[in-house]
T-cell receptor, first 116, second 116 residues
């Protein structure tokens, strides 16, 4: 039962261009979404998040878009840099009511490679 | 602020042996999580503590896995006996407060376990 799916195992992009990473979810109870970035031999690090009351959140080169009706979110990186090469995980949680204590459900990850 | 510490970083054991992993969360973080990440998949939550109490252990294989957080600070995860399919990276994460807040989980570097 894969509630969060990242259907593209990998993405290759030229430096300076836009990277778009996609994520779909099935559980309509999810109301908070996050993107984590992971380098080899390190733990995931938080990148950006979005609440279900918003449809867009920006932080520098990173923008996350949420389409609740389609149960779809995407991460845009503009411009892409070689240092952005990593595995990107989409994650979701049910935060309403304060009963989940932040339990995250992760997608499988997308390997992003940015070529110089 | 020091990050989440985990040890050992790597462990190789034979099947049916036992193994233990240790995690020290960020100081003052009340919530602690253990995740299992199998190669090619996203992290999967095994168990979640709020202070020294278990909040969610629904995905913990309790016949062989156990975890404790006795004083509400550091935690240990044990596997006894190990199976081949337990080969994975075991990630520990912590978060400052409990439910209701959209706060970030901070991950440690993980322990890479190989069961032969």
């Amino acid at each position: 039962d894969q509630q969060v799916k990242q259907n593209s195992p990998s993405l290759s992009v030229q430096e300076g261009r836009i990277s778009i990473l996609n994520c779909d979810y099935t559980n309509s109870m999810f109301d908070y979404f996050l993107w984590y970035k992971k380098y080899p031999a390190e733990g995931p690090t938080f990148l950006i998040s979005i609440s279900s009351i918003k449809d867009k959140n920006e932080d520098g080169r990173f923008t996350v878009f949420l389409n609740k009706s389609a149960k779809h979110l995407s991460l845009h990186i503009v411009p892409s840099q070689p240092g952005d090469s990593a595995v990107y995980f989409c994650a979701a949680s049910v935060d309403a009511g304060g009963t989940s204590y932040g339990k995250l459900t992760f997608g499988q990850g997308t390997i992003l490679t940015v070529h110089p | 602020e020091a990050g989440v510490a985990q040890s050992p970083r790597y462990k190789i054991i034979e099947k049916r042996q036992s193994v233990a992993f240790w995690c020290n969360p960020i100081s003052g973080h009340a919530t602690l999580y253990w995740y299992q990440q199998i190669l090619g998949q996203g992290p999967k939550l095994l168990i979640q503590f709020q202070n020294n109490g278990v909040v969610d252990d629904s995905q913990l294989p309790k016949d062989r896995f156990s975890a404790e957080r006795l004083k509400g600070v550091d935690s240990t995860l044990k596997i006894q006996p190990a199976k081949l399919e337990d080969s994975a990276v075991y990630l520990c994460a912590s978060r400052r407060r409990g439910g209701g807040d959209q706060e970030t989980q901070y991950f440690g570097p993980g322990t890479r376990l190989l069961v032969l």
